[in-house]
């Protein structure tokens, strides 16, 4: 399985610039995406916030297996740490958020009362890597469109105020990834779920290492999607792993000239299906 090592210029550059505006802000609100929890969270934020109030929101809870969400949110709530599943899109997510934001910022407001300081501003950075529905979260909180959004990474280019109505002022980041996944299946979990752009890697790789965990964790999955009745595919990674994806291409109908199947087409199809929550809720990491 090939490596991937995705860390552009800007890459560092945002990381340097998140160091200056967190000077800038009351609390960080971090985004991680719920599929993949662990491998979505930024090792080094950790330490970037040290000392400023935290929030995680493990977004697109909405695609994700809820038992995974379930188990990943009551381990960092174990070590402290305040977590909202959420679905950025969902005006449900705006009010339990909120009162996650007032309830940190509680010491804060505290500290400005005694020394008579009323109704400052809160300030609050949104980070995490990209993708991961920031601007989108942005949006429904503030109850318009007033940060870009897009299904692909690296939409948000510069970072941007947003004023909502009470007083909270949430800074739009652009999304950060790190120079090294230590664990070579961090940079395929985040390749598949869309965080690093299709470019940096081989799609039929990417297809091929989500079909061998579907196999594995969702079985009969790809079958109710794309199988024919009582048809089984070979497995991903087992000596059929050339085949599988031939097998699927036929299923859907996908040839090229000559009646060959288009394996290219068919790994395309299945990254978009699984990006877009169409093959059912699934999380690629296990607790
Ligand atoms: N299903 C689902 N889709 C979401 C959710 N949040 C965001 N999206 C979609 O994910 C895509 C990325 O959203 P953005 O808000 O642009 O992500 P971002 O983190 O700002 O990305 P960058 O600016 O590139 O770093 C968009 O197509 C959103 O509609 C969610 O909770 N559930
Ligand atoms: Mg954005």
Redesign the pocket.
């Known amino acids: 399985m090939e490596n991937i090592q995705w860390y552009p210029g800007h890459m560092t550059r945002a990381k340097r610039q998140m160091q200056e505006d967190l000077k800038l802000v009351d609390l960080v609100i971090e985004?991680a995406d719920a599929r993949v929890p662990e491998s979505s969270r930024n090792p080094d934020i950790a330490e970037l916030c040290a000392g400023k109030p935290r929030i995680l929101v493990l977004?697109?809870?909405?695609?994700a297996d809820p038992a995974v969400t379930e188990a990943y949110s009551a381990a960092q709530q174990q070590k402290g740490v305040r977590v909202i599943a959420?679905?950025?899109?969902s005006k449900g997510t705006v009010q339990p958020l909120l009162k996650a934001v007032s309830e940190v910022c509680a010491a804060k407001r505290e500290h400005d009362r005694k020394r008579g300081i009323l109704n400052r501003p809160v300030r609050a950075m949104v980070a995490?890597i990209?993708?991961?529905?920031?601007?989108?979260?942005i949006n429904s909180l503030s109850g318009r469109s007033s940060?870009k959004?897009?299904?692909?990474?690296?939409?948000?280019k510069g970072k941007q105020w947003i004023a909502l109505p009470g007083g909270l002022l949430l800074l739009?980041t652009?999304?950060i990834l790190w120079p090294k996944f230590e664990d070579p299946q961090t940079g395929m979990r985040l390749a598949v779920t869309g965080a690093i752009a299709d470019t940096a890697a081989d799609p039929a790789e990417l297809a091929l290492w989500l079909i061998s965990w579907l196999q594995a964790y969702y079985p009969g999955i790809l079958e109710s999607r794309y199988g024919a009745e009582g048809k089984t595919f070979e497995k991903a990674d087992g000596p059929g792993r050339q085949v599988v994806l031939s097998e699927l291409a036929a299923a859907r109908n996908f040839v090229k000239k000559g009646s060959e199947p288009d394996r290219d087409r068919m790994a395309a199809v299945l990254l978009d299906d699984f990006r877009a929550?169409k093959t059912g809720r699934v999380s690629l990491e296990r607790m």
């Open positions: 985004l977004n697109k809870a909405d695609l959420a679905n950025a899109r995490g990209p993708n991961v529905g920031k601007s989108t979260l940060a959004t897009g299904d692909k990474p690296g939409v948000t739009d652009p999304g929550g």
